[in-house]
């Protein structure tokens, strides 16, 4: 993505510079081809991509060797929502190292699917509604050897 004031030229050689650089490192990429497209245009073919890292290009930034490595879909308030800056000897190391640790995230989320809270966080009462107390919830709860005791409120 590319960003400038006014004169902005649109940085298209700069863009087409980076996409090199990242399929070159073997990192799918893309961008706008239009000359000048707006930065609110690049963000929305972004996420309607589903793109999880923008590499963005202001004209100060390019022309002392940086650019700005963004993580789509942060909160707000995070620290690193407007992006951190990278130069760009060093881009394709960060994406990958990005990407990586996303992965890695995924993985892990992935593997906790499917895995239930029992009894809560240490140091936490459990609070059990009428609804969610289960038969099932009580046989987790007794002690082994124990037939599990339901009471209703």
Same mark, same amino acid.
């Given at each position: 993505m590319?960003?400038?004031? !006014?004169?902005?030229?649109?940085?298209?050689k700069e863009r087409m510079e980076v996409c090199s650089r990242l399929w070159?490192?073997?990192? !799918?990429a893309e961008f706008l081809y239009k000359v000048k497209p #707006?930065? /609110?245009? @690049?963000? !929305?073919?972004a996420e309607a991509g589903g793109? /999880?890292?923008?590499? *963005?290009?202001? $004209?100060? +930034?390019w022309n002392n060797g940086k650019v700005k490595v963004k993580e789509m879909g942060l909160r707000d308030g995070h620290p690193e929502k407007e992006g951190v800056e990278v130069a760009l000897d060093n881009l394709v190391t960060d994406v990958k190292? &990005?990407?990586? %640790? %996303?992965a890695e995230l995924e993985d892990m989320t992935r @593997?906790? $699917?499917?895995? &239930?809270?029992?009894?809560? *966080? &240490?140091g936490e009462e459990l +609070?059990?509604?009428? @609804?969610s107390t289960t038969t099932e919830a009580a046989a987790v709860d007794? /002690?082994?050897? $124990? @037939? /599990?005791?339901? $009471? +209703? #409120?």
């Open positions: 590319a960003f400038g004031g !006014k004169g902005f030229t649109g940085l298209l070159g490192a073997g990192i !799918k #707006k930065l /609110p245009n @690049q963000f !929305k073919a793109v /999880p890292f923008a590499v *963005i290009l202001g $004209e100060d +930034e190292a &990005k990407l990586a %640790r %996303r @593997q906790a $699917e499917g895995l &239930k809270v029992v009894h809560g *966080i &240490k +609070e059990v509604s009428a @609804q007794a /002690p082994a050897g $124990e @037939q /599990p005791v339901t $009471e +209703e #409120k």
